[in-house]
């Protein structure tokens, strides 16, 4: 998985194994920034809140583009090692 916008673009994410895991396609993250951009513009002094974190790459997308503070909660512990060595 890559990071497909902002700051971090084409930075590379490890991923669970899928078994555990359903990443998000990255045109549906694209799609989702692109949306909550029309909503509330800049993401400058906002947070992002993402309550299936899996690999973070929602969250890193988050900060990518601008989000100054991104939560992340994964019960897994195995997906919660790979999601902390990607952050």
């Known amino acids: 998985m890559i990071i497909t916008g902002g700051k971090y ?3 590379k994410v490890q991923a669970p194994d899928e078994n555990i895991t359903r990443p998000t396609l990255s045109k549906v993250r ?3 920034f692109n949306t909550l951009y029309s ?3 800049e993401f400058e002094n906002k947070s992002f809140l993402d309550l299936f974190g899996g690999s ?3 969250g ?3 900060l990518s583009r601008g989000f ?3 939560l992340v909660f994964e019960k897994n512990p ?3 090692q790979i999601l902390k060595k990607n952050y």
């Open 39 to 41: 909503l509330i513009g």
């Open 56 to 58: 973070g790459v929602m």
């Open 60 to 62: 890193l997308e988050a």
């Open 78 to 80: 195995k997906v919660a």
């Open 30 to 32: 694209q799609g989702v």
């Open 9 to 11: 673009k084409g930075r």
């Open 68 to 70: 100054e503070k991104v």
